[in-house]
């Protein structure tokens, strides 16, 4: 049984490297994308595929770049959380006049823990990581309820339960959405 006070939030880091593979790994695990599709230089998109998105994305952690944050529950890697200064990620969109903005990018919960409330409690762990680390603003790009894809981004509505304003339409999908901190 999973209580709220169950979950346990940290930065991924190398010292929990083990926890975030496992957690991309398992079934139903977002091991295709390795949580890249927005970050990838020019470069690292000329060798485009699973195993090369895990060295690009383990890379990062191991040389201390911000990348998202993990969920626990009773110790076991059970929730994701991409959130990270906007210039580590590439063609994201948003609001570009605003300075410190750190982007809230995707959510990934195992499928036995989904309508817990844990991407909320994720959401606002984000936004506290995001302040200490220096963000002024949290831009997010939700999409509507009914939308065919980009759901990983999360729901309009949970970014409007957050505080979250909108800005702009990116895409036809994506809703950009501010957080000031």
């Not at 680390?133 to 970014?159: I, N, T």
């Amino acid at each position: 049984m999973f209580k709220r006070e169950d979950l346990e939030i940290n930065p991924v880091s190398k010292t929990n490297w083990d926890d975030f593979e496992a957690l991309f790994e398992e079934r139903g695990g977002p091991k295709y994308c390795w949580c890249m599709a927005w970050r990838m230089t020019k470069e690292e998109l000329k060798d485009n595929t699973p195993e090369r998105r895990k060295e690009y994305i383990k890379k990062r952690i191991f040389t201390g770049v911000p990348v998202g944050l993990l969920g626990y529950i009773h110790g076991e890697p059970a929730a994701w959380c991409s959130i990270a200064p906007r210039e580590t990620y590439r063609r994201i969109g948003g609001d570009e006049t605003k300075d410190a903005v750190w982007s809230l990018a995707c959510f990934y919960v195992k499928r036995c823990f989904r309508r817990r409330g844990i991407a909320d409690a994720l959401l606002g762990a984000a936004a506290a990581y995001a302040k200490a680390g220096g963000a002024k603003y949290v831009e997010a790009y939700p999409v509507e309820e009914d939308s065919p894809s980009y759901r990983f981004m999360g729901l309009v509505k949970q970014f409007e339960r957050a505080g979250f304003s909108y800005i702009k339409k990116e895409g036809s999908r994506r809703n950009v959405m501010t957080l000031e901190l």
